[in-house]
């Protein structure tokens, strides 16, 4: 962006110019505050590019917030036809009319012959008695080409042109004129240039409507503001229910912007934990994948999570009727119907929306407004790039998606469609958004041995730590389970290989097992054998060592028995009796 969007303390600036509100959602930004008050502003642009609706809403605007009555001064179409055009954006322009709002129908005569003494006096006086009659400060000379081409030449247009203009600020009026344009550079009306106009006021705005690409494109750039800041920059546009709309980025560097460390749970409990928790609270998360990887189910589940919390959510579709989409969620557990029968769910079909991307990205704002959503769920976002004719522009309103959910505060979840043929980070698809998504899961497929099974990883997840293994996907009518792939001599293996070799597995340990238990039990019998055999030896040693205690014992007594025989005997002999005798006897 060449200019930043200005404020209205420009206003302050000694010199700088008063601004009027236009009352244009988002115009009214890139300018700083509206038109240049008590000045002329220049309003160029082609067939339906939205020229009346711009100067019409500016009336109205000044009419009914600022009461600053206003006059239309129509040199196209009549009064009665702009008022029955307009009747859609419920403005009440009947009731405007009687009190604040003129109209002034000027149209030529279709037979009126050109001639040089034709000039814009009798108008003005006539204006000029309006002006004073209803104290109008706003005016719009709708179409202003029209009258100017009655007059003979060039310099006649001039000076009437500049007669205007000096009418204009001497009434200090905050006027716009608008005039056919064809190209952003020359003011053209049939051959004759009247690109002198645009030097003269103070405020030029250029409105283009186009096709690109078989899309149909508004777009608005301020050529010149004089003595202010100003968005240079081309920004498209739409004329919605409640009239014109500028698109413009919110701006995220303003301190509006409200950083939470809540997690909420995308629905899955297993991402959760790969994850470090869920998603943060107020981000942007994207699903990317190829047809058929699953992508509706992660954003199902999340909707479904969300209103379990008791959470508004806001549910679009780009590619079924919300009654499908209730229906096939429900074939993997997911069971939306109770939540958009409570109200905490609304499903929008987006094939219900006609026009450029620019309108889905506003009906989409307003539906989730209307529904005070928490939660967004877009599936897919890649259908907008079809939509807005041109990659750049899907990146525009990727980035006003984001910024506006993040300052509202939305937790924003969006599914992507990728070919699977390419890798993510090189389609141009999705690039736009997967840059500003703060959270990134891709889902693929890995084909094996004659069938296809789902992967899913998370590339990148800002501000928290995230896992990185690649997981298993698995659907069925149980719900929806993560399962940790299986790798085998460096290749990953996932469905019925993966089954069959956990089931190999299972069988090798289950026999491990078995052997194990037959071995235990085996050296459970030897140890009670070799338990018995050690008790009975015990036994047998304690037997031995009585039977050698008795034995000493006996061995003993003999000996004490034979020397006291032998003893008695030598006495019986006489042996040394006398001996004895003296002995005793002493």
């Known amino acids: ?51 009346t609706v711009f100067a019409l809403e500016f009336l109205v605007h000044g009419a009914r917030s600022l009461e600053e009555p206003g006059i239309f001064v129509a040199f196209e179409e009549r009064s009665t036809r702009i008022l029955a055009n307009a009747h859609s954006f419920g403005w009440n322009l009947p009731e405007l009319q009687r009190e604040r709002l003129s109209f002034v129908d000027a149209q030529p005569v279709p037979d009126l012959v050109q001639s040089g003494s034709f000039d814009l006096n009798g108008m003005l006086a006539a204006l000029q008695a309006m002006i004073e009659s209803t104290g109008a400060r706003r005016i719009v000379f709708d179409a202003l080409d029209i009258v100017l081409a009655l007059l003979p030449d060039p310099a006649a247009r001039r000076a009437e042109t500049y007669r205007l203009h000096g009418w204009l600020l001497a009434h200090e009026l905050t006027a716009v004129i608008t005039a056919k344009a064809f190209g952003d550079d020359v003011f053209l009306m049939g051959q004759e240039s009247f690109g002198f106009m645009q030097f003269m006021v103070d405020c030029a705005v250029i409105l283009n409507h186009k096709v690109v690409l078989g899309v149909s494109q508004r777009n608005l750039r301020v050529q010149k503001y004089r003595g202010t800041n100003f968005d240079e920059n081309e920004l498209p546009f739409l004329i919605g229910k409640d009239g014109f709309e500028v698109s413009v980025a919110h701006p995220l560097e303003r301190g509006s912007l409200t950083v939470s460390k809540e997690r909420v749970s995308s629905g899955l409990e ?11 609270r107020g981000v942007c998360a994207l699903i990317t994948g190829s047809p058929g990887t699953a992508k509706t189910t992660l954003v199902g ?10 959470e508004r959510t806001l549910f679009v579709s780009f590619s079924s009727d919300p009654n499908e989409v209730i229906r096939d969620l429900a074939s993997v557990g997911i069971r939306l119907a109770r939540y958009v029968k409570n109200g905490h769910l609304r499903m929008v079909s987006a094939r219900a929306i006609s026009g450029s991307a620019e309108l889905y990205l506003a009906h989409i704002m307003s539906l989730a407004k209307e529904h005070k959503a928490r939660c967004l769920v877009i599936d897919p976002v890649s259908t907008w790039s079809s939509q807005s004719g041109t ?13 506006w959910s993040k300052v509202e505060g939305i937790t924003l979840l969006c599914s992507c469609l990728v070919d699977e043929r390419t890798v993510p980070s090189e389609d141009s698809t999705f690039r736009q958004i997967s840059t500003l998504a703060d959270t990134w899961i891709h889902l693929s497929y890995l084909v094996q041995s004659g069938e296809r099974n789902r992967a899913l990883s998370i590339i990148k997840s800002r501000g928290t730590a995230h896992s990185n293994q690649v997981r298993e996907l698995i659907l069925s009518n149980k719900g929806v389970t993560l399962a940790d792939t299986y790798s085998a001599g460096g290749e990953v293996l996932m469905g019925t290989l993966r089954w069959q070799k956990e089931g190999a597995e299972r069988a090798a340990a289950e026999t491990a097992e078995v052997a194990r238990k037959v071995k235990r039990v085996r050296l459970d019998a030897e140890e009670a054998e070799l338990e018995v055999r050690l008790r009975a030896l015990g036994v047998e040693l304690k037997a031995k060592k009585t039977e050698k205690a008795l034995l000493m014992r006996a061995t003993a007594t003999r000996r004490g028995e034979t020397s006291r025989k032998r003893t008695r005997m030598e006495v019986l002999r006489g042996a040394d009796v006398a001996e004895d005798k003296d002995k005793d006897g002493q």
């Open 1 to 51: 962006m060449n200019a930043s969007h200005p404020s209205n303390t420009d206003n302050a600036v000694p010199g700088a110019p008063e601004k009027a509100p236009t009352g244009i959602s988002g115009f009214d930004q890139i300018t700083g505050g509206g038109l240049p008050r008590g000045r002329t502003t220049l309003l160029l642009g082609g067939p339906g590019s939205g020229k």
């Open 391 to 403: 990659h750049l522009s899907a990146h525009r309103i990727s980035e006003r998606l984001i910024n």
């Open 301 to 310: 589940l999340f909707a479904q999570a969300a209103c379990q919390r008791g």
């Open 270 to 280: 297993r991402l959760d934990t790969m994850l470090g928790g869920g998603y943060y």
